[in-house]
C-alpha cells in the first residue's frame, strides 16, 4: 500500500490549480490572431504539467498511482476547445505509455475516456446550450457534472487491474476518487470562469469580425485570412486561383420575396457556389452580392471549366417557393503566381477581371490580364483629368453649323465640347462622354453645356435678330436625374430662350432598358415647346416603334451611311428608305457627317432636310460663328 490519500489530493490539486492560474494570468502572451495557435500552445501547457504529476506520482496500491491526468484533459477541452485538448491527450499517452507499470493499461484508458467526456461536454455547452453555462449556478453544476463522470471513468479503469488491486482500490479509495474529481474540476472552473467568459467574448468578436452572419461563411477580411495562410504554406510549384463572381438581379427581386426569403435565396446561392468546391477549396461571401472562391489549379483551362460550371449551375434557376430566379452574373478570375503574388494584389486582380465585363458585355469569365489594368488605369486618369478640368473652366463649346439643304441657309447649330492642353490626343470625345457617364460628372458637365449654348443663341438673337435652333446632346444619366426637368425650365427661364428654338439629342442607347421612363421624360420636354432628335440613327438598335410613340421631330442619319454617298448601294438604298419613311411620318431628316459636293447633291436630289458637315462649315467657336452668320446674311 502506498502514501495516504490526502497526499494525493494535495499534489493533485496544487499542480493543477497552480497551472490554472498561471493559464488565467498569462494567457494574452499566447493569444494571437490565429487562435489555432493559442490552443495549441495552451494545450500543449496543460500536456507538460500532466507530464510533472506523472514523474511526481503518488502511489496508492501496487504500483497503481494517481496524477489527475483525466482531470487535465478534460479541463483542456473546457480551456482550449477540441484542438488544445488533443494536443494534451497525446502528450499524456505518449508519457502513460513511457513510464509503464502496473497500471499503463488504466491510464492510457482513462486519458482516451476523458477526452470522449471533454469532447462531449465542450459540444453540450458550445452547441447545444451556448448561453446556459454562461451563469454562474449553471456553470457549477456542470462543473459538477463532469468531475462525476470523470470519478466514474476513474473507477471503470481499475477493472482492466489485476483482481486483487481492484479490490483494495475500490475498498479504500472509491469515495476519495468520487469526491476528488468533482471538488478539483469545480474549483478549477471557478479559478478560470472570467478567462473562460474573456475567450468566449474574444471568439465571438473574431467570427463578428471575419464571418459573414447571414450564410456563415467568411467574409473578406476571412478570405483575405485563408488566402494568406493558402499563399504561406504554398510550395513553390503550387498554383491557386481567385474567382470573383458578382450576382447581378438579387437586388431586383428583394420586392417580390416575403421576409426571410432573401436569406434563404442568399443561402441557395451559397450551396450552388458549394457545389463541386475543390476540397481544399475555400469559399466566401466578400460584399453584398458578391462571393469569392480560392481554389487549387493546375492549368488555366482547369479554372475556366471549374467557372463554366458555376455558369451552368446559374443557368439552371434556383427554385424558391413558387418562382425560379436565373442568375444574372459575372466572374472574374486571378491566378496565383501569374497575377500576384500577395493577397490584396490577387483580390485586386480578380475584381479588375470582374470589372472587365461590366464594360464588354462579350464574356461573363473574365481572366485577369495587364491590359485592363491599363485600361483602368487610363480611364481613371482620364476621371481626374476631367474633374480639374471643370474645377480650372478649361471645357469650351464650338458650334458647327446645320444648314437647309434646299435654301442653303442656316437653320442652327449643334453644341460640341472641346477643351484647351495636351490632353487633345489622349483621349476622344466619345471617351469623355463615357468616362463622365461612368462617374456622374456628366449631371454637372450637361448642366453646363446646356446653359453656356442658351446664352449663345440668346446672344445671337440680339445681336443679329434671327432665331436659330441651338441642338445639345443629352445622357441616359442626364435624363434619369430626378432634377433633369427642373434644370431644363430654370435654364430656360434664366437665360430667357425660346424652348421651341432648343433641340435635344438623344441616341437610340439611352432608349434600350428603360424605354417607358425616357418616353414619359421626352413627353414633358415636348410639352415644353422643346424640339427632340433621334441622333445616329441607324448606328445602334433601330427600332421602328420610336418613331411611332416618342414625341421626335428630327431623325439624324448616321455620318457612317453619308460617307459613302453616292457610289455605295447599299448605304444609298437605306439612306433613301428612312428619307421616305421619316417625311410620310412628318418628321425632318439631318445628314450629319457630309463633307462632299456629290454628297449634298445627292442627298438635295432625295429630299434630304438639313445637313451639317465640313461641307459648310467646320466647328466655331463664338465669335466665328457670328462671323459666318453675318457673311450668310451678305
Not at 482516451?112 to 446550450?129: D, H, K, P, Q, S
Not at 483575405?224 to 510549384?237: G, I
Not at 421616305?580 to 456629290?598: D, F, S, T
Request: charged residues 20%.
Amino acid at each position: 500500500m502506498g502514501d495516504q490519500p490526502w497526499i494525493a489530493v494535495i499534489q493533485n490539486m496544487t499542480l493543477i490549480l497552480s497551472l490554472v492560474w498561471l493559464i488565467s494570468r498569462f494567457d494574452q502572451r499566447f493569444v494571437s490572431r490565429k487562435m489555432k495557435r493559442r490552443n495549441t500552445a495552451i494545450g500543449a501547457c496543460f500536456g507538460l504539467v500532466g507530464l510533472i504529476g506523472m514523474l511526481l506520482p503518488v502511489t496508492i496500491s501496487d504500483g497503481v498511482i494517481l496524477d489527475g491526468k483525466a482531470a487535465i484533459v478534460v479541463l483542456s477541452a473546457l480551456f482550449t476547445g477540441w484542438r488544445g485538448m488533443l494536443v494534451t491527450a497525446a502528450i499524456l499517452l505518449a508519457g502513460r505509455y513511457a513510464l509503464g507499470g502496473t497500471g499503463m493499461e488504466a491510464g492510457l484508458l482513462q486519458v482516451a475516456g476523458a477526452t470522449v467526456i471533454g469532447t462531449a461536454f465542450r459540444y453540450i455547452e458550445n452547441r447545444l446550450f451556448p448561453n446556459v453555462f454562461q451563469k454562474r449556478r449553471f456553470a457549477a453544476f456542470h462543473s459538477l457534472l463532469i468531475g462525476l463522470c470523470i470519478s466514474s471513468l476513474v473507477l471503470m479503469t481499475v477493472f482492466v487491474l489485476p483482481p486483487h488491486i481492484q479490490t483494495s482500490i475500490l475498498r479504500q479509495y472509491s469515495l476519495y476518487i468520487l469526491f476528488i474529481y468533482p471538488v478539483l474540476i469545480y474549483i478549477s472552473r471557478w479559478m478560470i470562469q472570467e478567462e473562460l467568459d474573456r475567450i468566449a467574448l474574444q471568439q465571438h468578436l473574431h467570427r463578428l469580425a471575419y464571418t459573414d452572419s447571414e450564410t456563415h461563411l467568411p467574409n473578406r477580411a476571412g478570405f483575405q485570412s485563408l488566402v494568406d495562410l493558402a499563399l504561406a504554406e504554398a510550395e513553390q510549384h503550387d498554383k491557386w486561383a481567385i474567382v470573383k463572381v458578382q450576382v447581378e438581379p438579387y437586388q431586383n427581386w428583394i420586392h417580390m420575396l416575403q421576409p426571410g426569403e432573401g436569406e434563404r435565396l442568399m443561402l441557395s446561392i451559397t450551396d450552388c457556389l458549394r457545389e463541386d468546391l475543390p476540397e481544399q477549396g475555400r469559399l466566401a461571401r466578400t460584399g453584398e452580392l458578391e462571393f469569392s472562391l480560392l481554389i487549387p489549379c493546375f492549368s488555366k483551362q482547369e479554372v475556366y471549366q471549374h467557372a463554366r460550371r458555376l455558369e451552368e449551375r446559374f443557368e439552371q434557376g434556383i427554385t424558391l417557393g413558387p418562382y425560379r430566379f436565373y442568375l444574372a452574373h459575372r466572374i472574374g478570375i486571378a491566378l496565383y503566381p501569374e497575377h500576384g503574388r500577395r493577397t490584396q494584389e490577387l483580390c485586386a486582380h480578380a475584381e479588375i477581371a470582374v470589372s472587365k465585363y461590366k464594360e464588354s458585355h462579350s464574356n461573363r469569365i473574365v481572366f485577369f490580364h495587364e491590359d485592363i489594368q491599363a485600361e483602368l488605369r487610363r480611364r481613371l486618369e482620364i476621371e481626374q483629368w476631367i474633374r480639374d478640368a471643370m474645377k480650372q473652366q478649361r471645357f469650351y463649346l464650338m458650334y458647327q453649323p446645320q444648314v437647309d439643304l434646299n435654301t442653303q441657309l442656316l437653320v442652327g447649330f449643334e453644341a460640341l465640347i472641346r477643351w484647351d492642353g495636351y490632353q487633345d490626343d489622349f483621349f476622344t470625345v466619345s471617351e469623355l462622354i463615357e468616362v463622365s457617364e461612368e462617374t456622374g460628372l456628366i449631371v454637372g458637365m450637361g448642366e453646363w453645356i446646356l446653359r453656356r449654348s442658351c446664352e449663345l443663341h440668346h446672344h445671337l438673337y440680339e445681336q443679329t435678330g434671327h432665331r436659330y435652333v441651338i441642338s445639345v446632346n443629352l445622357s441616359a444619366i442626364q435624363l434619369k436625374h430626378p432634377e433633369f426637368m427642373n434644370m431644363i425650365e430654370t435654364v430656360i427661364q434664366e437665360v430667357g430662350i425660346e424652348p421651341s428654338c432648343l433641340n435635344v439629342e438623344i441616341t437610340e442607347n439611352i432608349l434600350i432598358h428603360s424605354v417607358e421612363e425616357v418616353r414619359k421624360i421626352l413627353r414633358r420636354l415636348h410639352r415644353l415647346g422643346i424640339c427632340i432628335s433621334l441622333d445616329d440613327f441607324g448606328k445602334g438598335y433601330s427600332s421602328l416603334m420610336y418613331l411611332k410613340e416618342l414625341p421626335i421631330q428630327f431623325i439624324k442619319l448616321d455620318k457612317s451611311f453619308i460617307q459613302k454617298l453616292p457610289s455605295a448601294a447599299t448605304e444609298a438604298c437605306i439612306v433613301e428608305a428612312v428619307l421616305r419613311l421619316a417625311h410620310q411620318l412628318g418628321l425632318k431628316v439631318v445628314a450629319e457627317g457630309l463633307e462632299k459636293a456629290e454628297q449634298y447633291q445627292y442627298l438635295r436630289q432625295l429630299g434630304c432636310d438639313i445637313g451639317q458637315g465640313y461641307y459648310f462649315s467646320a466647328p466655331l467657336d463664338h465669335a466665328q460663328l457670328l462671323a459666318y452668320i453675318q457673311q450668310e446674311r451678305t
